[in-house]
């Protein structure tokens, strides 16, 4: 808002999203601002509680950003990201984590890993396996993270994030040893995993 500067939410938002989607959609498909539109559209149509309207939309938006922008690689990431998070709303979880980890290994490649987005992005990969019950791999790839999210800050939110996603996968794994679970419950400073 304007006024008070608080995000816009609800009917506003979606309105808005739909005004900002009228207003390009006469555009050539390669348009740039008629592709930001669309994942506009997408956005507030997932978080309006219309999950189910916003897939076509996002899917459309990661075809046409494949399509007319496969040189700008970060708009790429952004709309598979959103396509994840939807994904995941939507309780697809084992297709919200191919694109998670898509989104990961490129993150990984192009920016390293211990960038800030890497280990954002792959916060998310190890909270997928958590959900999924894949624990060995989420164990394995929190420990992994761990490292570099502390040289940002014991206390830094991707830091607790992966420790909480570390401690959850040894406790309700049902392989945890004893030594696991003993280590976990003495391991409450999170940065000690």
């Not at 740039?32 to 509680?49: F, I, K, N």
């Not at 309207?53 to 709309?79: C, G, K, T, W, Y």
């Not at 394995?140 to 993270?145: D, H, I, T, V």
């Amino acid at each position: 808002c304007f006024d008070c500067g608080q995000d816009f939410h609800g009917a506003v938002s979606l309105a808005l999203g739909w005004a900002c989607w009228k207003t390009y959609v006469g555009r050539p498909e390669a348009n740039e601002q008629r592709c930001l539109a669309m994942g506009v559209l997408g956005d507030v149509l997932s978080q309006s509680s219309q999950p189910a309207e916003a897939l076509p939309v996002l899917e459309a938006n990661l075809v046409l950003m494949r399509r007319n922008f496969s040189h700008d690689e970060q708009a790429i990431l952004i709309a598979q990201s959103n396509l994840a998070s939807l994904l995941e709303a939507l309780a697809r979880h084992e297709e919200s984590l191919v694109l998670k980890r898509e989104v990961f290994a490129r993150c990984t490649a192009t920016l390293g890993a211990s960038h800030e987005q890497t280990i954002s992005t792959g916060l998310n990969v190890s909270s997928s396996l958590y959900n999924l019950e894949l624990w060995d791999e989420a164990i394995s790839l929190a420990r992994e993270l761990l490292p570099p999210a502390r040289s940002m800050g014991a206390d830094q939110h991707l830091t607790l994030c992966l420790s909480q996603n570390l401690a959850m996968a040894l406790r309700d794994n049902p392989e945890s040893t004893r030594g696991d679970l003993r280590f976990n419950t003495r391991g409450v400073d999170a940065t000690q995993f």
